[in-house]
């Protein structure tokens, strides 16, 4: 899901994340990958996270409700992916070459560390859309729910779109109220359809 379809960029939460950087200075700290690649702290929508050079990349990696993240051990070094308070993940060692996939239900923010490297850290951001007063509406895990059920039961690609004014944009339009729906749709059809051609 996360690429196809992006609700106007709005994420439940920001990313949250705890960098134990160290500096020369005292007090000062700079951003940082941690562990020992001493990179920059990366932020990008994706599924897939690399651990190469006693890194986690992206640090920060986006996805969407009902995704499955897969980390990957590039390093000969052994790694271990291991969510805040031993939530989610692993304490098991993850071998080189070796893959570890872990599926994020809900939205939230999840925190990671690599057991054996101090400052090895990364964090799994699942984003939804918010209603018009900045919550998590009913209607949105309804239709969440809703997406869910039909990837078990179909083959067929599932895009979510957001609706918000589709309705007054319909109205806009004229004619009877009895095929209202009907107009909004046809407008959530051409945004969907425009979107994709731009
Ligand atoms: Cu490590």
Not at 26 to 38: F, L, R, T
Not at 40 to 59: H, L, M, N
Not at 157 to 165: A, F, L, Q, R
């Amino acid at each position: 899901m996360a690429g196809s379809s992006r609700h106007r960029g709005v994420f439940l939460a920001a990313a949250l994340m705890v960098v134990a950087a160290f500096s020369l200075v005292p007090g000062v700290a700079s951003a940082s990958g941690g562990g020992g690649c001493g990179g920059p702290v990366t932020d990008e929508a994706g599924t897939r996270v690399k651990i190469e050079s006693y890194c986690f990349t992206p640090t920060i990696v986006r996805v969407e409700p009902g995704d499955a993240v897969t980390f990957a051990n590039m390093d000969a070094a052994p790694h271990t992916v291991l969510g805040a308070n031993g939530a989610w993940g692993s304490y098991d060692v993850l071998k080189r070459g070796r893959e570890a996939t872990y599926t994020f239900a809900e939205a939230g923010v999840f925190p990671y560390v690599c057991t054996y490297h101090p400052g090895m850290v990364g964090t799994v951001v699942v984003g939804i859309a918010l209603d018009q007063e900045g919550e998590v509406g009913p209607q949105a895990r309804r239709a969440l729910r809703l997406v869910e059920a039909l990837k078990l039961e179909t083959n067929l690609p599932i895009e979510t779109w957001d609706e918000s004014g589709t309705t007054a944009a319909a109205r806009a339009m004229g004619g009877t109220s009895e095929n209202l729906d009907a107009r909004a749709a046809a407008v959530i059809l051409q945004e969907f359809l425009d979107a994709r051609n731009r």
